[in-house]
C-alpha cells in the first residue's frame, strides 16, 4: 500500500465511510480520521479491512499522510462544527491545499467561508452530495463550488466516484465559484421535499377516498415507475407499500405520521421569499412537514371539527390515470420554480449555471434522479436563455395535455376534504402564470390607500408611479417605492 494518501476524509458516519469504500473502490488510498478516534481503528478493521486505507488518531497526522497538493474533505454536521474545522486545518496546511466540505451547508456559509480560506492561501469545495447511503457507496450526484483552481485537483476523484448516466458521462459537473455547489444542491434537497410530497398526497387520496389496499397502491406505484414517472422516489415507495412486518401487516401504516426535516427545504424557501422567487410547492411541502409535527393538537381537532365525509362513485381507473396526470403535472411546475430560483441566484451571483449539466447530474446518484431530468436537459439544451419550463415546448404541451386529470384530482380532493397543499398550489401558480390580469392591480389599490405606497398606471409607461388621495382628506405625499 502507498505509503501517502491520495485523500482525507474527516467524518466517519454513514456518509463518510460509504464515500470513503467508494473512493477505495475506485482506486485512491484514503486517509480517515473521525473526532472520537475509536470510529477510526473499528472501521479500518471492520468494513475498510484490507483496503487501501490509512487511519489517523489526530488531524496533525491526518495531513501529514496525504500527497501534495493535499486534499482534505470533511463530512460533519453543517454549522459551527465546520467552522470549528476549518480553524484546526489551517494552520496544518501550505498554499495551494484544498479543504472540502462535503455536508449540507447553508450556501451564504460557503461563500463566507471560500473567501476566508482563499485568504489564507489555501483553497475551498464547497460541494453538495447526494445519493443517501447508497449514492455515497455506488455513486452519488455530487455538485462542487468554491475555489476553480481547486477544481482541476479534485475533478479526477469526484468524477470517478459519481454516478454515470447511459452514456458513461458522470453525475457531477463544476457548477461555480463560491457556494454555487451547496445552492444547487440546496434547490435539489428543496425539490426532493415536493416530490415527496406529492408522492404521498397521491398516496392519501388512493387511500383515503379510493380506498385501496397497500398492496394495491404498490401495483400502481409499480406501474408509474415504468412509465414517464420513472424515478428513484416513485421506486422505493412501490417496495415501502408492499413491505409487511413481523405480523404480515404493511410497515408503512405503522409508522407515526410525523415527518421530521434536516432544514434545506426551510433554507430554498427562505432564500426564495429574499429573492421574490414564487417558490410556492416547496413551501408547502416543507409547510405541510410542520403541519404534520403538529400530531396531538390534530388528534385532538379531528374530534371537534367535522368536514365532508370521502365518497367515490366515478370510474377507479379513470381516477387512477387522472392522479398520475396530476403529479406530472404538479412535478413540471415544482421543477420549474426551482429553476427559476436557480436562474436568481445565479444573477445575484454572477454565476454562469448550467441549467441543463445541473440536470444531468441530477438524472443519476441523487434522491430525484428521474427520467423527467432527461427532459429537462433537452430543453435547456436547446434553449439555453429559457426562463421557465412552462415555456418550453415539450413541458408547455405536457401540462396542457394532462391539466384537465389535474383539475379533476384537486377538485375531488377539496370536495371530500382531504388535504392536498402540493397539487392545489401547483395548480394555483400554473393559472396564475399564464394569466395575463391578476387581482394584484386591487392589491396595490389598498396600499396605496392606507399607505400611500403608489402604484403605476396601464396607460402609462412602466417606470412611473402616482399616488391618489382617495378619502379627500390625506395629502399628496407619497411614500417611496420600493420592493423587498
Not at 279 to 307: D, H, P, Q, Y
Amino acid at each position: 500500500m502507498k505509503q501517502k494518501a491520495d485523500i482525507a476524509l474527516i467524518g466517519l458516519a454513514v456518509m463518510g465511510e460509504n464515500l470513503v469504500l467508494n473512493m477505495e473502490r475506485n482506486g485512491y488510498t484514503v486517509a480517515v480520521y473521525n473526532r472520537t478516534v475509536e470510529k477510526v481503528d473499528k472501521f479500518t478493521r471492520g468494513r475498510g479491512k484490507g483496503k487501501k486505507l490509512i487511519g489517523a488518531h489526530s488531524l496533525e497526522e491526518l495531513v501529514q499522510l496525504l500527497d501534495r497538493p493535499r486534499r482534505v474533505m470533511m463530512l460533519v454536521k453543517a454549522g459551527g462544527a465546520v467552522d470549528a474545522l476549518i480553524e484546526q486545518l489551517i494552520p496544518l496546511l501550505e498554499p495551494g491545499d484544498i479543504i472540502i466540505d462535503g455536508g449540507n451547508t447553508y450556501y451564504p456559509d460557503t461563500n463566507r467561508r471560500t473567501k476566508y480560506v482563499e485568504s489564507k492561501g489555501l483553497l475551498y469545495i464547497g460541494t453538495g452530495v447526494s445519493g443517501g447511503e447508497e449514492g455515497a457507496l455506488l455513486g452519488p450526484s455530487i455538485m462542487p463550488g468554491g475555489s476553480k483552481k481547486a477544481w482541476e485537483y479534485v475533478k479526477p476523484v469526484f468524477q470517478s466516484i459519481a454516478a454515470k448516466v447511459d452514456d458513461g458521462s458522470p453525475c457531477c459537473e463544476w457548477v461555480g465559484e463560491n457556494g454555487a455547489g451547496h445552492f444547487v444542491k440546496m434547490v435539489h434537497n428543496g425539490i426532493e421535499y415536493g416530490d415527496m410530497q406529492l408522492i404521498s398526497e397521491a398516496y392519501q387520496i388512493m387511500k383515503v377516498l379510493l380506498g385501496m389496499t397497500n398492496d394495491e397502491m404498490h401495483e400502481v406505484f409499480k406501474e408509474w415507475n415504468g412509465g414517464e414517472l420513472n424515478s428513484y422516489l416513485i421506486e422505493i415507495t412501490s417496495d415501502i407499500m408492499a413491505f409487511k412486518d413481523d405480523d404480515g401487516l404493511p410497515l408503512v401504516e405503522k409508522i407515526l405520521d410525523t415527518a421530521g426535516q434536516k432544514g434545506t427545504g426551510k433554507w430554498t424557501g427562505i432564500d426564495a421569499l429574499d429573492k421574490g422567487v414564487p417558490l410556492t410547492l416547496i413551501g408547502e411541502a416543507v409547510f405541510a412537514r410542520c403541519l404534520s409535527f403538529m400530531k396531538e393538537e390534530r388528534a385532538k381537532a379531528s374530534n371537534i371539527i367535522t368536514g365532508p365525509k370521502p365518497v367515490f362513485s366515478d370510474n377507479k381507473e379513470k381516477f387512477l390515470e387522472d392522479i398520475k396526470e396530476a403529479v406530472y403535472a404538479s412535478k413540471i411546475v415544482s421543477y420549474a420554480q426551482g429553476y427559476v430560483l436557480m436562474r436568481a441566484a445565479a444573477k445575484e451571483y454572477n454565476w454562469d449555471l448550467n441549467y441543463g449539466g445541473i440536470a444531468l447530474m441530477w438524472r443519476g446518484g441523487c434522491i430525484i434522479r428521474s427520467v423527467f431530468l432527461g427532459k429537462i436537459k433537452e430543453a435547456f439544451d436547446q434553449n439555453p436563455g429559457l426562463t421557465n419550463l412552462l415555456l418550453d415546448p415539450y413541458f408547455k404541451e405536457k401540462i396542457i395535455s394532462v391539466q384537465d386529470g389535474w383539475r379533476r384530482v384537486v377538485a375531488a380532493a377539496v370536495t371530500n376534504g382531504i388535504s392536498i397543499p402540493a397539487f392545489s398550489t401547483a395548480l394555483a401558480y400554473f393559472d396564475g402564470y399564464r394569466c395575463e390580469r391578476l387581482p394584484a392591480n386591487l392589491l396595490q389599490a389598498q396600499r396605496d390607500y392606507f399607505g400611500a405606497h403608489t402604484y403605476e398606471r396601464i396607460d402609462k409607461p412602466r417606470g412611473e408611479f402616482f399616488h391618489t388621495n382617495w378619502t379627500g382628506k390625506g395629502g399628496e405625499t407619497a411614500s417611496s417605492t420600493y420592493n423587498v
